[in-house]
Every structure is written in structure tokens, then in C-alpha cells.
């Protein structure tokens, strides 16, 4: 996969993703919240939103990947079903969704484990339409591979269709150097996704490095996770990426 295929999905340059997490004490409140958020981000400019079970059940991801397909919702949306990349496959391509997020495609599993999950991911991407962005050295995920980090990566490169890069954990700061030694690996023809700690005062270095940003903790009006998406938060940032492009 080369930049132009996994960024073909998208009407713009430097595309910003905005995250879901699900938020909700009852199904029904999952759902309107859920609604409510991903307008607050498109309406604001966002480019996409990824359904992510980060608060919520895989069942609650479902539901609202349901809801989107049968209200067939004007935007683009992804899917990321934490610590079950079966189910996020079977989402992705039950409920139409554009592309979806894998925490990590390399590095966190033993070489033994590696083989197998090689294969289970060639698999499953046979029968997925749309693209896959994979983390390596994801924020919380393991290391156990053994290998370095370019040759993580560049396996991980065979794997999906965009890098996913962080820092050490949601809403914190995603090192430059840490994103110009992933830009360095994967190259210039290779999507690479800064995925945390995205704000109007890092964007501007940032998307000189990478080719789409995913958001969460800046979106919200605490500028935590347990917030609620703020639509002033929304516009500020984008007001910034605009301004990159």
C-alpha cells in the first residue's frame, strides 16, 4: 500500500480522525451520545470518526456502528475493537466501515506468536475492503518481539496500510523524535499516522512529518478522555490543521 491508496479515502490533505469512546451508562445513552460527538466533529470539519470500545463493550461498538449504516450517516467511519481483532474485522466489514485501527501489527507478541498472527491477519484482511491502520510501539501495548524497532516496523509495513505512531499513553504528547524515526523508516511513500497528544501547538510540526492525525483527548472540554466532546475544541483544532494544509 502506498500513501495515495489509504489516503484516496479521504476529500483533503493531512486528514484529522476523530475518536469515539463510546461514553454511556445505558445502550441508548451509548448510541445518542455516540451521534451527538461524531456530529460535533464532521459538522466542525473532522474528516472521519473511529468507533472505538475505549469506555464501552464490543456489543456497544456494534450498536452504534449499526445505528450509523442504517441512519446511512454522510460520513466516513472507522472501527477499533480493543484487545479482539477478530471482532474488529467481522465489524469493519458487517457494518460498511472505511477502515479500522489495529493497536498493533508488530513488536508485541513473542516470534513464536508472531507467525501465527501474521497469517490470521493475511487472512482477514483478504475478505476487508478497506484500509488498516496498524501501531507499533502503540501506547500500552507490549514488547516482546525481540526485534528492533525498524524491523517491527517494516514488518508492520506488510501488515496494513498507514503506521500508527504515539507516545506513552491517551492524550500525551507523541515525541517529534520518536515521529521523524518512524518517518525515516517507513519512508516518504508510506501513510504515517501521528495517533495521541495531537493539539493546535503540535499539529503544525507534526503534519510536516505525517499524513493524518487521529484525535481524541483534545476534542473533549476537559481535554481528558472522560470529557465530552466540545465543538470549540473541535473548530480550534481544525482551525490550526487548515492552516497546515
Do not use: W
Not at 463493550?57 to 484487545?83: C, M, P, W
Not at 525481540?146 to 496494513?160: K, N, Y
Not at 492525525?213 to 466532546?229: L, N
Amino acid at each position: 500500500m502506498r500513501k495515495h491508496e489509504f489516503l484516496s479515502i479521504f476529500s483533503v490533505k493531512k486528514p484529522v480522525l476523530g475518536m469515539l469512546h463510546l461514553k454511556g451508562d445505558t445502550p441508548e445513552q451509548v448510541i445518542l451520545t455516540a451521534e451527538r460527538e461524531a456530529h460535533a466533529m464532521v459538522d466542525n470539519g473532522v474528516d472521519a470518526v473511529i468507533v472505538e470500545n475505549y469506555f464501552g463493550t464490543a456489543e456497544s461498538a456494534e450498536r452504534v456502528l449499526r445505528h450509523f449504516q442504517k441512519e446511512q450517516e454522510a460520513f466516513l467511519y472507522g472501527v477499533n475493537i480493543l484487545d479482539n481483532d477478530e471482532e474488529n474485522f467481522r465489524m469493519a466489514r458487517q457494518y460498511g466501515a472505511s477502515f479500522l485501527q489495529l493497536d498493533s501489527v508488530a513488536g508485541h507478541l513473542t516470534p513464536e506468536e508472531d507467525d501465527a498472527f501474521g497469517t490470521f491477519l493475511e487472512n482477514c484482511r483478504s475478505g476487508f475492503e478497506g484500509s488498516v491502520i496498524g501501531g507499533v510501539r502503540f501506547k500500552y501495548q507490549p514488547y516482546k518481539s525481540g526485534r528492533s524497532l525498524e524491523e517491527d516496523i517494516r514488518i508492520g509495513m506488510t501488515r496494513c496500510d498507514a503506521i500508527a505512531v504515539t507516545g506513552e499513553g491517551t492524550g500525551m504528547r507523541t515525541p517529534m523524535e520518536k515521529i521523524a524515526e518512524f518517518r525515516r523508516i517507513v519512508g516518504r511513500d508510506f501513510p504515517l499516522v501521528a495517533a495521541a497528544g495531537v493539539s493546535p501547538e503540535t499539529c503544525m510540526l507534526q503534519l510536516n512529518y505525517v499524513d493524518a492525525v487521529i484525535i481524541g483527548s483534545y476534542f473533549k472540554d476537559t481535554y481528558k478522555d472522560m470529557g465530552d466532546v466540545d465543538p470549540l475544541h473541535v473548530r480550534t483544532l481544525m482551525d490550526s490543521v487548515k492552516r497546515c494544509r
